[in-house]
């Protein structure tokens, strides 16, 4: 049985207990608990759970009233018995949103029925786990989709960034952990960690390369789920990078990222008191975390998905975009097209840029690629996929295949190379022109036919949709900056 049609038939038992007034994202929860356990004893790791609470204890218990009483003692004593740091995260303030005792054992039964393995005899549990994730991100009830950034997605920041063994990388608003574990299957694919690496080798990789911090308990118990599933001991923090604890987080050598939207609540500028341009917008708060967190050797470099506005704003807005291109080379600003995220109507990009040596001067050229203007609606009937990434990704290389580019790649692609690719959606603009724009990157789009057609009388009432969606976007700001004033 393939992972997908183990997550489904797991997904689908959610059905099974809805009479037992079980939300998606409450079933995830009881899921992860559930799960953890069988994965206990799939990866022999038992010996941290006492003898009682272990998972045949379970499976083997015909009173179903017995089995769900022990279960809850379980959730509730677990993380004072047991010597496991992660086991300890992953149980931390854990309760069942069951309240039948038959729902249980359907439960636990389904999930010890399951094959785990792959013809192939190929580990699935991350897999199944990471498609759960997806499907629960899908359901708009449970408000989920702001952890989930596409798979598609983060596949192509992955390899783009190319990381190596011995690095340190970060998310900090890490979600469920998916760029990390991304980073991590990257590398297995390339060396094996687990075969091929020598004891401390291979303990770094598991350990130490890899962290993130999330400020949502329940995604922050996903992320820790999600990394034991593909076989990672990151350092995950329950914690806000905005806060004085983000300050700790530095000298990474690569940083992937898609941060909250939105301003902080109540319109507040971060706690952190080392941003030189506080500011109630969490994703220029964000960007200046990342682009300081990187270590100051040329080579540390970043990709980080953000909205439309980060690239325009005003006041804090043009400073930090100033400040990101002295400190940084900006190589690469990636125009993604809208539908993609769970939310809908979301404009976002791309941010591609290393960490200069010096403090200044570092960008000379930005390159941008409109993946947004007449391309499909991405949705069920044209589901976002990798493949659609192709012109970009020969763009962004200058035509260096993938496979080829970690051998090449040494902070950037030259800008030689890519002017050798001709593509009316890639376009070079100096640094000089942007600063003449005000430091607004909200810049390489290329023109939409079909605005430009008068003929056609639907656009502009799309156009007038789209005005009012800036308006409505520029008063919440004014909104919040009258509630930060006064």
Same mark, same amino acid.
């Given at each position: 049985?393939?992972? /997908?049609?183990?997550?489904?038939?797991?997904?689908?038992?959610?059905?099974?207990?809805?009479?037992?007034?079980?939300?998606?994202?409450?079933?995830?929860?009881?899921?992860?608990?559930?799960?953890?356990?069988? *994965?206990?004893?799939?990866?022999?790791?038992?010996?941290?759970? &006492?003898?009682?609470?272990?998972?045949?204890?379970?499976?083997? #218990?015909?009173?179903?009233?017995?089995? !769900?009483?022990?279960?809850?003692?379980?959730?509730?004593?677990?993380?004072?018995?047991?010597?496991?740091?992660?086991? @300890?995260?992953?149980?931390?303030?854990?309760?069942?949103?069951?309240?039948? &005792?038959?729902?249980?054992?359907?439960?636990?039964?389904?999930?010890?029925? *399951?094959?785990?393995?792959?013809?192939?005899?190929?580990?699935?549990?991350?897999?199944?786990?990471?498609?759960?994730?997806?499907?629960?991100?899908?359901?708009?009830?449970?408000?989920?989709?702001?952890?989930?950034?596409?798979? &598609?997605?983060?596949?192509?920041?992955?390899?783009?960034?190319?990381?190596?063994?011995?690095?340190?990388?970060?998310?900090?608003?890490?979600?469920?952990?998916?760029?990390?574990?991304?980073?991590?299957?990257?590398? /297995?694919?390339?060396?094996?960690?687990?075969?091929?690496?020598?004891?401390n080798a291979r303990k770094f990789q598991k350990e130490e390369a890899f962290s993130g911090v999330e400020l949502v308990g329940d995604a922050?118990?996903?992320?820790?789920?999600?990394?034991?599933?593909?076989?990672?001991?990151?350092?995950?923090?329950?914690?806000?990078?905005?806060?004085? !604890?983000?300050?700790?987080?530095?000298?990474? /050598?690569?940083?992937?990222?898609?941060?909250?939207?939105?301003? @902080?609540?109540?319109?507040?500028?971060?706690?952190r008191d080392d941003f030189t341009f506080p500011t109630s917008n969490k994703q220029l708060n964000f960007l200046q975390h990342i682009y +300081?967190?990187?270590?100051?050797?040329?080579?540390?470099?970043?990709?980080?998905?953000?909205?439309?506005?980060?690239?325009? #704003?005003?006041?804090?807005?043009?400073?930090?975009?100033?400040?990101?291109?002295?400190?940084?080379?900006?190589?690469?600003?990636? +125009?993604?097209?809208?539908?993609?995220?769970?939310?809908?109507?979301?404009?976002?990009?791309?941010?591609? !840029?290393?960490?200069?040596?010096?403090?200044?001067?570092?960008?000379?050229?930005?390159?941008?690629?409109?993946?947004?203007?007449?391309? &499909?609606?991405?949705?069920?009937?044209?589901?976002?996929?990798?493949?659609?990434?192709?012109?970009?990704?020969?763009?962004?290389?200058?035509?260096?295949?993938?496979?080829?580019?970690?051998?090449?790649?040494?902070? #950037?692609?030259?800008?030689?190379?890519?002017?050798?690719?001709?593509?009316?959606?890639?376009?070079?603009?100096?640094?000089?022109?942007?600063?003449?724009?005000?430091?607004?990157?909200?810049?390489?789009?290329?023109?939409?036919?079909?605005?430009?057609?008068?003929?056609?009388?639907?656009?502009?009432? /799309?156009i007038a949709k789209e005005a009012l969606k800036e308006i409505n976007s520029i008063t919440e700001q004014l909104n919040a900056m009258i509630? #930060?004033?006064?």
């Amino acid at each position: 049985m393939s992972a /997908d049609q183990i997550a489904q038939k797991l997904w689908n038992l959610c059905n099974v207990l809805r009479d037992d007034g079980v939300t998606y994202h409450q079933y995830l929860n009881e899921l992860t608990f559930i799960l953890f356990l069988k *994965l206990s004893e799939v990866k022999d790791f038992e010996n941290h759970i &006492p003898e009682r609470y272990r998972w045949q204890s379970f499976v083997n #218990e015909h009173d179903n009233n017995e089995a !769900f009483l022990r279960y809850r003692k379980f959730l509730a004593e677990i993380s004072a018995e047991t010597t496991s740091e992660s086991i @300890k995260e992953i149980y931390a303030d854990a309760s069942t949103s069951l309240r039948k &005792p038959v729902n249980f054992n359907t439960l636990v039964q389904a999930i010890d029925q *399951l094959d785990w393995y792959e013809e192939s005899d190929r580990d699935v549990m991350g897999d199944i786990y990471e498609s759960l994730l997806e499907k629960n991100a899908g359901e708009k009830k449970s408000g989920a989709g702001q952890y989930f950034t596409p798979r &598609p997605l983060i596949n192509i920041m992955v390899s783009l960034m190319v990381p190596k063994l011995k690095e340190r990388w970060n998310d900090p608003a890490a979600g469920t952990f998916g760029f990390m574990i991304a980073a991590y299957a990257y590398l /297995d694919r390339k060396y094996d960690i687990n075969f091929n690496l020598d004891e401390n080798a291979r303990k770094f990789q598991k350990e130490e390369a890899f962290s993130g911090v999330e400020l949502v308990g329940d995604a922050h118990r996903l992320a820790l789920m999600n990394a034991r599933l593909h076989g990672m001991e990151s350092r995950i923090y329950l914690a806000d990078t905005l806060t004085e !604890f983000g300050k700790k987080l530095k000298d990474f /050598d690569g940083v992937l990222a898609n941060p909250p939207f939105g301003t @902080k609540k109540g319109g507040e500028r971060p706690t952190r008191d080392d941003f030189t341009f506080p500011t109630s917008n969490k994703q220029l708060n964000f960007l200046q975390h990342i682009y +300081r967190s990187l270590k100051k050797d040329g080579k540390a470099r970043a990709a980080v998905v953000l909205p439309d506005n980060v690239l325009f #704003e005003d006041g804090d807005g043009q400073k930090i975009r100033r400040d990101l291109m002295d400190k940084c080379n900006l190589h690469t600003v990636l +125009r993604l097209p809208t539908g993609i995220f769970y939310a809908a109507g979301v404009k976002t990009n791309v941010l591609f !840029f290393t960490r200069g040596a010096t403090e200044t001067g570092n960008t000379k050229n930005v390159w941008f690629y409109d993946m947004r203007t007449n391309t &499909p609606n991405y949705g069920k009937r044209t589901p976002f996929i990798e493949n659609a990434f192709e012109g970009f990704v020969k763009a962004y290389t200058g035509g260096i295949t993938v496979d080829r580019l970690e051998k090449e790649y040494n902070g #950037e692609i030259s800008d030689e190379k890519r002017k050798a690719i001709k593509d009316e959606r890639w376009q070079c603009i100096p640094r000089e022109t942007i600063a003449k724009k005000n430091d607004s990157l909200d810049l390489g789009l290329i023109a939409d036919e079909s605005i430009s057609n008068s003929e056609d009388l639907g656009e502009p009432i /799309d156009i007038a949709k789209e005005a009012l969606k800036e308006i409505n976007s520029i008063t919440e700001q004014l909104n919040a900056m009258i509630k #930060e004033l006064g």
